[in-house]
């Protein structure tokens, strides 16, 4: 069977690329492989079905007849293992872009999603401003070296690779915030991500789903 990919029936980004299935679209563009997808809406995705296919209720998951997978980072790396051209065959290349896949996952995107997870819940709250002044430190500092390790290079690791599909879709979560606009070298980074025609396909697809909805 061709790997089956859940996704959002109706995402809350309104189809702009943000919801973590377009990692998993974004590098099963690149290494060529077809894949279906099946829609989930908020209630099916708490209901049991899915929740075998993943335990905490979210998206997303790729079956593909031999494994079951949820987890973006565990979805990568398996399509990466599956496939060439994902990640270097020298052991010190690869070693390098795995180190900054799981920097994306685990250094980079939780000060982000804290951000932005306190925009929606304590917004109101009187001490909001001065918690967003530290939430913004905090991602300034990851950035900031982010843009250090960056510099002189168009990709993490040299080459494109796993590491930069997750790198661009974590800073994407940025997009429009003064946060990142100030870090032109980390702008012109995510430019060169999106200009992948595999991004592009992964995007317009996405998309598409999305408007047609």
Known sequence: MRPLLTVFE????GGQGHARDMRVRWALEEVGQD??????SFQEMKEPSH???QPFGQIP???????SLFETGAILLHIASEH?????EDDRARAKALSWFFAALNTIEPPIVEREAAG???RDRPWFGELLVLLDEKVDLRLRDLSDALAGRDWLCGHFSLADIMMVTVLRR???SSLIEKHASLCAYMERGKSRPAYQRAFDAQHALYRAR
């Open 84 to 88: 060439a051209g994902l990640l270097p």
């Open 35 to 40: 894949y279906d997808i099946r829609t989930v």
């Open 120 to 122: 929606y819940t304590v």
């Open 51 to 53: 929740r075998r296919l």
């Open 174 to 176: 940025l997009e429009g």
């Open 61 to 67: 998951t790729l079956e593909t007849g031999t494994v």
């Open 10 to 13: 109706k995402s809350p980004d």
